[in-house]
């Protein structure tokens, strides 16, 4: 880091005008200097999805010293590749992500944007790092989260994470948040996934909803069960989508 | 199966006019009758993102004896959930998605929309396959690929595939494909992503390209050397982004 202050790169889905986001960018200026390059708006849902379609634009929206925010109107993984290329003036020293405005815990992980910019961040090679509340709550109180936030980013700025590894971390809705668990990602699957309205001129629509089952709810070592019991579940995520230990089982498929 | 013939959900990211999507319905009718639900228009890029914002469409756009084919307003995966509720009458027996005009081997997986509907799937419990050609063409010959096609449909149908583990499998756009494969997720990264120009009445735009390095060009066992080799590359691919190996090392965050 040369002597200068780490430079940390803030992101998230919820919109560079979350609540989330601004509770992470405060806490993150007292570790360095952040640059936020976040969507202009909600992009909850958008994975690491990117832009491919039509062209991306990004305007300082905000700057004062030691912060500068940039608005981006791609998705969160949009952002960190914008971010990297065209916002920022050295390589970051940490990326975080949220705090999003609801759980990316378990399955949730595959649709999050929260944690696509996380994903992004970490092919990057940039120590990157996604913070998740579990809440339906429009103003939530991310203040309880605040002790433990500091901890991972106290953690990841002194100890670095493993090549191709990034975390994923998710918070309960409590007044005190008991401390942090390492678990593994739990299994889940959501169902009953769809709503239909009629349109006024015919016709029917479908919004996207669902609940959450918990496919092994006597586990003890997963996300769901550290946060059911007041943690925040840290969970470290690979790159390397590959089910190796799948691998050998599949070879007679090359004889076939 | 109850003696019937199987039911195979077909989608993709290129939308379902795409030639890639017509290649692999038309292989799949050979084992069993085809409900395809498939954007209707392209949606590269989409990975497993899903659609919040607004409401969703479907309308069948095509049916005949063994084949309905339905267009969806929104992302690969959201074809996938609405097709499970809304579109089909038992349970899919398979999931196939592609085949992609565009490679999603090495890191492509966590942006692929294509992949982002096999994820789905697989975490609905089906096996779920995903196809992609590595080609730039834009009318490119599918036909090289159908061989090894079915002998992946053929071994799916046949073995199953074990829980929350799915299919990548990519091919080189040859004139001739070699066999098959299975390799682990070959690492790499993106760079020199974005391409700016600009805007008529002022201001500067993003158009998102980039290119692609092979971070372990002498690995012999990945999914990158062996579409270099002439081969179908096939990667099992798992559900659970958990780094198993790293849980250990962080446990010390939870005395911080």
């Known amino acids: 880091m040369n002597g200068k202050r780490p430079l940390i790169l803030v992101t998230n889905d919820d919109g560079y005008t979350a609540a989330g986001i601004c509770a992470l960018m405060r806490t993150a200026q007292l570790y360095g200097d952040v640059v936020v390059v976040a969507p202009d708006g909600p992009r909850s849902g958008a994975a690491c999805s990117i832009t491919t379609q039509v062209p991306v634009y990004v305007r300082p929206v905000c700057e004062e010293p030691g912060l500068t925010v940039f608005a981006c109107t791609g998705r969160p993984a949009d952002c960190v590749k914008l971010a990297l290329e065209c916002c920022?003036?050295?390589?970051?020293?940490?990326?975080?992500?949220?705090?999003?405005?609801?759980?990316?815990?378990?399955?949730?992980?595959?649709?999050?944007?929260?944690?696509?910019?996380?994903?992004?961040?970490?092919?990057?090679?940039?120590?990157?790092?996604g913070f998740s509340l579990d809440t339906v709550n429009h103003a939530p109180d991310f203040a309880p989260l605040e002790r433990a936030v500091k901890k991972v980013i106290g953690y990841v700025l002194a100890?670095?994470?493993?090549?191709?590894?990034?975390?994923?971390?998710?918070?309960?809705?409590?007044?005190?948040?008991?401390?942090?668990?390492?678990?593994?990602?739990?299994?889940?699957?959501?169902?009953?996934?769809?709503?239909?309205?009629?349109?006024?001129?015919?016709?029917?629509?479908?919004?996207?909803?669902?609940?959450?089952?918990?496919?092994?709810?006597?586990?003890?070592?997963?996300?769901?069960?550290?946060?059911?019991?007041?943690?925040?579940?840290?969970?470290?995520?690979?790159?390397?989508?590959?089910?190796?230990?799948?691998?050998?089982?599949?070879?007679?498929?090359?004889?076939?």
């Open 159 to 256: 100890e670095g994470l493993p090549q191709d590894v990034c975390l994923n971390v998710n918070f309960p809705e409590r007044d005190v948040i008991r401390g942090l668990r390492v678990v593994r990602m739990g299994r889940g699957a959501w169902g009953n996934e769809w709503q239909s309205a009629d349109h006024p001129r015919g016709g029917t629509y479908y919004w996207l909803t669902g609940s959450y089952t918990d496919l092994e709810p006597e586990a003890q070592d997963t996300d769901i069960r550290a946060m059911a019991d007041g943690y925040g579940a840290v969970t470290p995520v690979r790159v390397d989508m590959t089910a190796h230990e799948a691998l050998r089982a599949f070879k007679g498929m090359e004889d076939v």
């Open 88 to 129: 920022v003036s050295r390589r970051p020293d940490l990326l975080l992500s949220g705090i999003n405005h609801g759980s990316n815990a378990s399955v949730n992980i595959h649709y999050s944007g929260t944690m696509g910019a996380v994903l992004e961040g970490c092919m990057k090679g940039i120590p990157s790092v």
